[in-house]
């Protein structure tokens, strides 16, 4: 970091304090206000035929039908009372536990009279909801945010607890929580500029949130801690604070910088799920950085030596950090060996993941849940594939006010009956007249009845003669494989079975995850190879190592193995707990990207502090043993602020958000514990003056013939 920029920053401390409480109160109603243009939508992929179709949806106005409903209050007997007082047969309540039934509306029945039935369930004090797609997106949508707020409730104190014990001090506390609001607050503020000019999806900002928070923390303790350990050894302000962004600063730069790029990688996925969150992560690491390289300084200017106030009375240490580094560099082939144990076995069943966003909303609710229960029942009752028909959406060339365009559906609604895998298709030619009557009563609208427009709204679009839609219902699930290739089939035969010039497509649930499913599975190994390659490129640039950069790599890749191993195992197969479900597609890339950004903070410390000794000439061991002992409880302390940020997700009822938070734990468990602990110290003990090739150090230090240090014999060295 520039000295003239330290310089300024120490020197006009207040004005920069006061600069940034100015940008709180400008950006903060942004920010408030960030989730005001974002799309909850975000899985649909541009261009495809699945998008294309499912837009056209919109355009159609069909008549309101009565939906299904959970009742949930009112004793089963005394619901088929209320239920018969309106005229509404018994056989359509179907039980689904004690106290709740499920209501599924004869196709004859009116509005008016679910909404008599409905009025007096609440005054026998019942409750109702639809059972839909839509309810259950929204019951997913509700406790995830529920989730994400009651997590950081219960993280705080046990966040504010561990902080204390890896800084020793309260006034301390205070800096890595303002870093992280000013970074999380700024970045949102920056979201919502950009969301006014592109579709981004309503989810990134959970990925700000918990990006700020975490490299917030981690980047400030690295920071302080620095100026902290220069102020005990005697330095005054100015020159503590110059020497932690010297040092520390450049380091987080570094770590920053390669997260962002990671994060950013996700655009690759290709729509505006994975656009909206690799630009809010990229924005929200960049913006504390900003505020890590100007605010930090200023505020630690302003503390001065008042940051120990409240310090803890430590417990004289016994050098555990020590005798890590003393048992590394005396055997740094055993240290390897433990490393591969540890991780490998897991690493082997990485290869065997698989991804899927389910279609069935409700099956991403844990299997107690009312509305999924209810779900259920109504496959059993109509048929798996009756709570997701798919539209297969047709733009004729010629107008809906013709014959030859009514025999056209008539024949594609007999090819897709015809189809193995159809239960049963939906169709305007439904209707009882022939080809000629329809074509009549569309060129002559008023002639219409008031049934019959009823019944062709569903099909029909208002504004435009051309465009009909057929529901098509399938004999399996939305997320059985069977359902997937009859889309497939569908799409590959309308060509074959429609006029030249005819655009048409699937549309629906279905299609749109379909599509984002194959993608994001197609992009995963370009998504990870970048993220790769951003960290070989940063690493290489920040320590100036080539051999460090692959090392990196190789390394982060074994975790991210051993992370998909343990997912496998737990989520997949269905262990401790988990409902047996392939990893949610909108997730795992997600997981990856982060392990290979946040890897890079703690990596680029520990190679700095390594390489500070070695450019003052001392010996490979000894310098090992520096940077372990001087960076090891505080990356490891840095990594287990994450675990409880991550392990508090598991509050959630949802398996998505226990997976996210079992997945990230664990790569951060591993990769400070002991990735960076072991396995990264002792390669460099083992290498020697190679492990930094090709930065030339070795005419500065000596041949590492130094006698191997026993534990309690560790030299002296700078603090």
Do not use: C
């Not at 056989?91 to 007096?120: C, D, E, M, N, W």
């Not at 409880?644 to 509050?651: D, N, P, T």
């Amino acid at each position: 970091m520039g000295n003239r920029w330290i310089a300024f920053l120490t020197r006009r401390k207040w004005f920069v304090i006061a600069f940034w409480i100015i940008l709180l109160g400008m950006t903060l109603p942004l920010a408030l206000n960030v989730t005001k243009h974002l799309t909850a939508n975000g899985f649909n992929r541009p261009g495809t035929n699945a998008t294309w179709a499912t837009n056209q949806l919109s355009r159609l106005h069909p008549a309101k039908a009565p939906e299904p409903l959970l009742i949930t209050g009112v004793p089963f007997h005394q619901l088929t009372i209320l239920a018969h007082q309106e005229h509404i047969t018994s056989k359509t309540l179907h039980p689904i536990s004690r106290g709740q039934v499920l209501y599924l509306p004869a196709p004859k029945t009116s509005l008016a009279q679910v909404h008599a039935f409905t009025h007096i369930i609440q005054q026998h004090h019942g409750q109702w909801q639809d059972v839909t797609q839509d309810t259950a997106g929204k019951t997913v949508s509700h406790d995830s945010s529920k989730t994400l707020a009651l997590s950081g409730i219960l993280a705080l104190p046990f966040l504010a607890v561990l902080l204390f014990f890896v800084y020793g001090s309260l006034a301390a506390i205070a800096l890595p929580l303002i870093i992280a609001a000013m970074g999380s607050e700024l970045a949102l503020a920056v979201v919502s500029v950009i969301e006014t000019h592109i579709q981004l999806s309503v989810f990134l900002t959970d990925i700000v949130s918990f990006l700020a928070l975490g490299v917030g923390i981690d980047y400030a303790l690295f920071i302080s801690n620095r100026f902290r350990l220069a102020l005990a050894r005697g330095e005054n302000v100015p020159h503590a604070v110059h020497e932690s962004m010297r040092h520390a600063g450049r380091s987080v730069l570094y770590s920053g910088i390669a997260v962002a790029l990671a994060v950013a990688a996700l655009l690759l996925g290709g729509d505006a799920y994975w656009r909206g969150l690799a630009l809010g992560g990229a924005i929200a690491i960049f913006s504390v950085l900003l505020a890590t390289h100007s605010l930090l300084p200023a505020i630690m200017s302003v503390m001065g030596k008042h940051i120990n106030w409240g310090s803890l009375k430590r417990v004289p240490q016994f050098g555990f950090w020590r005798r890590v580094g003393d048992f590394v560099t005396n055997k740094p082939g055993l240290s390897i060996i433990v490393s591969v144990v540890l991780l490998l076995p897991l690493a082997l069943f990485g290869p065997q993941i698989r991804m899927q966003t389910p279609a069935n909303l409700a099956s991403m609710l844990p299997v107690n849940s009312p509305i999924r229960q209810a779900i259920h029942k109504e496959q059993q009752l109509l048929g798996p594939g009756s709570i997701a028909p798919l539209a297969v959406v047709i733009d004729l060339p010629s107008s809906l006010s013709q014959p030859l365009s009514w025999t056209q559906i008539s024949h594609l609604t007999q090819h897709l009956r015809s189809l193995p895998g159809v239960k049963s298709v939906a169709s305007p030619t439904q209707v009882g007249l022939t080809s000629q009557q329809l074509a009549f009563l569309f060129q002559h609208p008023s002639l219409q009845s008031e049934p019959l427009k009823t019944a062709l709204s569903n099909f029909t679009a208002p504004d435009s003669s051309h465009l009909v839609v057929l529901y098509v219902t399938a004999t399996t699930g939305p997320d059985n494989p069977k359902t997937s290739d009859l889309v497939h089939r569908i799409n590959q035969n309308l060509p074959k079975w429609l006029p030249k010039g005819t655009k048409a497509g699937v549309g629906g649930q279905v299609p749109i995850l379909r599509s984002f499913n194959q993608l994001t599975h197609a992009r995963l190994p370009a998504i990870i190879a970048t993220a790769l390659a951003v960290a070989l490129i940063v690493l290489a640039l920040a320590t100036g190592s080539v051999v460090q950069a692959v090392l990196g790599v190789l390394f982060d890749a074994l975790v991210a193995l051993a992370t998909a191993g343990l997912l496998v195992l737990v989520v997949q197969q269905g262990r401790f707990g988990f409902e047996a479900q392939p990893l949610d597609s909108s997730i795992t890339p997600l997981i990856f990207v982060l392990l290979f950004g946040l890897s890079m903070d703690y990596e680029v410390i520990l190679l700095h502090r390594i390489q500070e000794p070695l450019k003052e000439g001392k010996p490979v061991r000894q310098a090992v043993r520096h940077g372990i002992s001087t960076t090891g409880s505080m990356i490891t302390g840095a990594g287990m602020i994450m675990v409880v940020v991550f392990l508090a997700l598991l509050i959630s009822p949802l398996q998505v958000m226990k997976t996210l938070a079992i997945g990230l734990s664990f790569a951060v468990l591993i990769d400070t514990w002991v990735v960076r602990s072991l396995l990264v110290p002792a390669t460099i003990t083992l290498l020697n003056t190679k492990a930094y090739w090709p930065w030339h150090f070795s005419e500065a230090v000596p041949t590492d013939q130094e006698p191997r240090v026993l534990p309690g014999q560790y030299q002296e060295e700078e603090q």
